[in-house]
């Protein structure tokens, strides 16, 4: 009884650890997004701020970018994940889901 018990103690962080690698590995392979992806072009992304629609969207200013949004998940980095898109964003792009980090 005292060496199953040894054996399940022993295995269960074995176990937790093979549920989280996948995550873990998969959180760094996200594609980066594009200007032509289809939800790219729904929210007026551009890689670049200055480049945004100002027609199209009159409230952008060149002060708002990926980098100050919400959804950029790494304030501070060069480029990260974006919650709305799920792939990885340049922090000086922009689209029409920009919301101002508090």
């Known amino acids: 009884m005292n060496s199953r018990r040894q054996f399940v103690l022993k295995l269960a962080p074995l176990a937790g ?8 590995a998969g959180a760094q392979d996200l594609p ?21 629609d100002q027609v199209k969207f009159p409230k952008h200013t060149n002060e708002q970018s990926c980098a100050s949004c919400v959804h950029f998940m790494k304030p501070g980095a ?14 000086g792009g922009w689209c029409s889901g920009y919301s101002k980090r508090p």
Do not use: Q, Y
């Open 17 to 24: 650890a093979a549920a989280l690698l996948p995550r873990l």
């Open 32 to 52: 980066a997004l594009t200007e032509a992806d289809p939800m790219a072009v729904a929210l007026g992304f551009k890689l670049e701020t200055a480049k945004a």
């Open 78 to 91: 060069d480029s990260a994940r974006c919650d709305l898109f799920n792939k990885t964003v340049p922090k």
